[in-house]
């Protein structure tokens, strides 16, 4: 079924006191919907999509350069705690990828207390949940549904927790002993500022 979007501009030197809309259907047969009519600040949609250009920009060095896309990396065997600074001002998203050298039975990401946790649906030895370009693989295979939830990195630091054997009931033991496996981690997050005024 196709959409159409009509857009209407208004300027702030012009105050809007009130709004109309009349829907009319003439010679058609089939089904019309109207769904909504959304008012906004700025020129930028929202609602649906993002989109951050008039409202974020990235931060800058002293000759006004974009800053660098941020990359980190850490090694570790079994469970470890990554601390990922953020040098912007508000939050960004965060690229994950882990490499390890057996399959991770289940592999679980959260932030520092176990919020907004991302548990892997099948074992694997890669997996990539890269919120940048909202693409979330198992060994190079396109996982639906599991990039619904992508990791953010406030501003300041962040505090991440990875696990490759995740277990959400502690108290019924494992039955053989966790195979542990050695992990390598990359992340990379853009460091944003606030952009200009929207109007």
């Known amino acids: 079924m196709p959409y159409l979007r009509f857009l ?29 009519v959304m008012l906004q600040d700025g020129g930028f949609l929202t609602g649906w999509q993002p989109h951050t250009q008039e409202v974020l920009r990235r931060a ?23 601390v990922l600074p953020n040098r912007g001002e508000v939050t960004s998203g965060l690229d994950v990828t882990i ?4 399959p991770m039975p289940r592999l679980s990401l959260a932030h520092e207390f176990g919020a907004h946790r991302s548990t892997a649906p099948a074992p694997a030895s890669e997996a990539v949940l890269a919120a940048t370009t909202r693409a979330a693989t198992l060994d190079g ?32 033991p494992p039955q053989t002993p966790p195979a542990r496996p050695h992990m390598r981690v990359f992340a990379s997050l853009k460091e944003w500022v606030s952009g200009p005024e929207r109007f």
């Open 8 to 36: 209407a501009e208004l300027r702030p030197a012009r105050p809007v006191e009130s709004l109309d809309v009349a829907l009319v259907v003439e010679d058609a047969t089939g089904a019309a919907f109207f769904t909504d």
């Open 60 to 82: 800058r060095d002293a000759s006004g350069n974009p800053l660098p896309v941020r990359h980190y990396c850490a090694v570790g065997r079994g469970p470890m705690i990554l």
């Open 99 to 102: 490499r390890a050298s057996d």
């Open 141 to 172: 295979q396109q996982v639906p549904g599991w990039g619904s939830r992508f990791l953010f990195a406030p501003a300041v630091d962040a505090k991440f927790e990875v696990d490759p054997e995740y277990r959400a009931d502690l108290s019924d």
